[in-house]
């Protein structure tokens, strides 16, 4: 079966940075497209980035282009987010997800829009943003 594993959320100060992980315990990502999503107190879960297999593609919902990048690690079979620039408004459960079947690099239409794009998801990482 497989499994998504989230870790690296906690609460942080307005302006700050912090990284996420994302690691599949008992598969290998290497053929798979991920994503980071993030649900909001009373909002829909909205798409913030996703990620091509090889990595060399990805792209950005307009609310975190230039603070937050997406990268993965075949070696640790892992993907990252790194949030700078923390605002208020980042506050939510951040989820990773992949599937083997959904291009990144292809997706016509705006990422936040990608959420029913994937198969396989983890159980979620709550960031809190405040002073």
């Known amino acids: 079966q497989v499994q998504l594993v989230e870790s690296g959320g906690g609460w942080v100060q307005p302006g700050g940075s912090l990284t996420l992980s994302c690691t599949a315990t008992?598969?290998?990502?290497?053929?798979?497209?991920m994503g980071w999503f993030r649900q909001a107190p009373g909002k829909e879960r909205e798409g913030l980035s996703c990620?091509?297999?090889?990595?060399?593609?990805?792209k950005y919902a307009d609310s975190v282009k230039g603070r937050f990048t997406t990268s993965r690690d075949k070696a640790k079979n892992t993907m990252y987010l790194q949030m700078n620039s923390i605002e208020p408004e980042d506050t939510g459960v951040y989820y990773c997800?992949?599937?083997?079947?959904?291009?990144?690099?292809?997706?016509?239409?705006?990422?936040?829009?990608?959420?029913?794009?994937?198969?396989?998801w983890g159980q979620g990482t709550q960031v809190t943003v405040s002073s």
């Open positions: 008992n598969f290998q990502l290497d053929f798979y497209s």
């Open positions: 997800a992949a599937d083997p079947y959904f291009s990144c690099s292809g997706y016509p239409w705006p990422v936040e829009r990608s959420r029913n794009e994937y198969s396989y």
């Open positions: 990620i091509s297999p090889s990595g060399g593609s990805s």
